[in-house]
């Protein structure tokens, strides 16, 4: 049999309800393997061995008494950005260091109520602000493929851990491309759902117009199993859609016969994209037409100023969010004698380079004199991209499109240079501008590293955006290699 840290959640699904594996097996086969390579990968902030034991015990219980759902006994790590009850949620942070929440994130419940297993918390860049996970306070995440490259990020921890087989899923959160490039540059899938899909009660807020929750995993399907999860209303989150969450993985195809497929003319040849990254993808987009799908090109022509406007609005909206972390009320406190000495102090002291670089820039463009010249400008470019989006999606059902321009960099490369980090995200921003689903998959490697396609979707239309990638997947293949320097 396959090892049990291989399996994919669909055939763990079929294993579990067969009574083939044990919950609790599956548990210990990943915390094992966690102990065998996190020391190298350094997916984890927070290893939950004893509540993973126990949520496993009870999944068992779940099964046998016949109430097993989609994700009972399934192996889940989850962004260190999600609160937790039984687990500290530090955000990568020094001012959260040891908090833990009194409540649990709203996807959180919904997976605890589901009994899936949750096997730890995972690095991410401090409060979600980065590309890389070397924005974290605490450490930088390897990524799988090659121990002396970035996993990507914010949500790099998440996915290294699914790559490096030590969970089965994982739960991220995309602001402007945080689950699309990790999964990329670990080569494995990872959905960004339409903005309202997923409840965003109890997760950390970075740019709460922006900010959704989502599924990493190795397969489409599996992507698919843990959406349908997660999704749907929440009274705690007025920006939740009260809409029906549709069975995901039930709209998973492979014939995509009369689909039409909308190709970026300006991001063909874009500057920065690197050669091999480009050949992969074109490679992918003659797979869809092999599949039967019609390739059609499409403008964006306002999604060149997705990045200026994201970092005015992210940070505008993050330097909101982050005033409430003034050590009074959780985390990191430092006694100053005097009120605002003390908040100056822990926040001084709390915060790394990169989130006080962001509140600055934030707190500048809301200030007065500039909050129109910047702000306002800011809101009506968003509403021009979003009005590309769907001009286009009147011609088309879905957008293929390279995911970042480069492959996964090496640690330590563009630390000292923001702009270059801010570029990896460059094809990722535009479908948060526009709150639309998008769905990153692996295309191919370039010099041994993953090369990573996004399929894009019209809001509320995961299930054409699942159905446009599962095909692909199954057509090509890519999906079941694994990383060679953690086999
Ligand atoms: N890399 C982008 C940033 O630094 C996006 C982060 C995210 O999606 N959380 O803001």
Known sequence: MTELTDLTLAAARDLLDGREISAVELADA?????????????????????????????????????????????????????????????????????????????????????????????NTDEFAMGSSTENSAFFTTKNPWGL??????????????????????????????????????????????????VSRYGLIAFASSLDQIGPFARTVEDAAMLLGTISGHDTNDATSSPRDVPDYRAALGEDLTGVKLGVVTEWTGQEGVEPGVQAACEAAYDTYAELGAELVP???????????????????????????????KYGMSIDAGDVL?????????????????????????????????????????????????????????????????????????????????????????????????????????????????QVLGPAFGEEITLKVAHAYERASGWHERRPEPVA
């Open 341 to 453: 000495e003390s908040y100056l102090r822990t926040r001084g002291e709390g915060f790394g380079a990169e989130v006080k670089r962001r509140i600055m820039l934030g707190t500048y463009a809301l200030s007065t004199g500039y909050y129109d010249a910047y702000y306002v400008k800011a809101q009506k470019v968003r509403t021009l991209i979003k009005r590309d989006f769907d001009t286009a999606f009147e011609r088309v059902d879905a957008i293929v499109a390279p995911t970042s321009p480069t492959v996964a960099f090496s640690i330590g490369d563009r630390t000292d240079d923001p702009l270059a980090m801010y570029l990896a995200d460059i094809f990722t921003i535009p479908a948060n501008m526009a709150g639309l689903p998008g769905i990153a998959i692996p295309c191919g490697f370039s010099e041994d590293l993953p090369v990573s396609i």
């Open 148 to 197: 002396d490259r970035v996993p990507g990020g914010s949500s790099g921890g998440s996915s290294a851990a699914v790559a490096a087989r030590e969970a089965i899923v994982s739960l991220g959160s995309d602001t402007g491309g945080s689950i699309r490039q990790p999964a990329g540059f670990c080569g494995i899938v990872g959905m960004k759902p339409t903005y309202g899909r």
């Open 30 to 122: 990943h915390l094992e393997r966690i102990a065998t390579v996190d020391e190298k990968v350094q997916a984890f902030i927070t290893v939950m061995a004893d509540q993973a034991r126990t949520m496993a015990a009870d999944a068992d219980a779940a099964i046998a008494a016949g109430e097993a759902q989609p994700l009972t006994g399934i192996p889940v790590a989850l962004k260190d950005i999600l609160c937790t009850v039984d687990a500290p949620t530090t955000a990568a942070s020094k001012l959260l260091e040891g908090f833990v929440s009194p409540y649990d994130a709203t996807v959180v419940k919904r997976l605890r109520d589901a009994r899936a297993v949750f096997v730890g918390k995972t």
């Open 298 to 328: 499409i403008s964006l022509d306002y999604a060149k100023y997705a990045l200026p406007t994201y970092y005015i609005t992210a940070p505008a909206e993050a330097s909101a969010n982050l005033a409430r972390f003034d050590g009074i």
